[in-house]
């Protein structure tokens, strides 16, 4: 079931199993024998695909149908709380809060997309700091 299910995932990305060996950082050889089932992965290489794909390591298992991994919901509202206070802070600074006044009604896919640009422009702010 492992290796159905790992060729599946991979063809479905378009990557050769050069590409996923080397993402993976094992040999292609080993790829072709999972996606053979002669040989299953260890729990790191396994998590490392699992994350890589999006899916569960009980669905690679064949454990479940779903692929979707579980979510820690405790993590989620932890992650969520953090960027929240990080978006306001951000906002408000008195430079920004005029550009942003009605933020706290955004959505939250609207905030952190918003948040994932800023940050994304202080990392090339800082990048081109350096040269």
């Not at 993976?24 to 080993?30: E, F």
């Not at 002669?38 to 479940?64: C, H, M, Q």
């Not at 905030?111 to 800082?126: C, V």
């Amino acid at each position: 079931m492992f290796g159905k299910r790992l060729k599946q995932l991979r063809e479905s990305r378009e990557i050769t199993q050069q590409e996923l060996a080397d993402i993976l950082n094992v040999s292609v050889g080993t790829i072709g024998m999972y996606e053979i089932d002669k040989r299953l992965p260890n729990n790191k290489n396994r998590e490392k695909i699992a994350k890589y794909f999006n899916v569960s390591s009980d669905y690679l298992l064949g454990n479940t149908d779903d692929p979707l991994p579980v979510r820690d919901v405790d993590q989620d509202l932890h992650d969520e709380h953090d960027y929240n206070k990080e978006l306001d802070a951000f906002l408000n600074d008195d430079e920004m809060s005029s550009m942003f006044y009605d933020y706290k009604n955004w959505t939250e896919e609207e905030k952190r997309n918003l948040l994932n640009i800023l940050k994304g422009q202080e990392a090339l702010r800082q990048m081109n700091k350096k040269k």
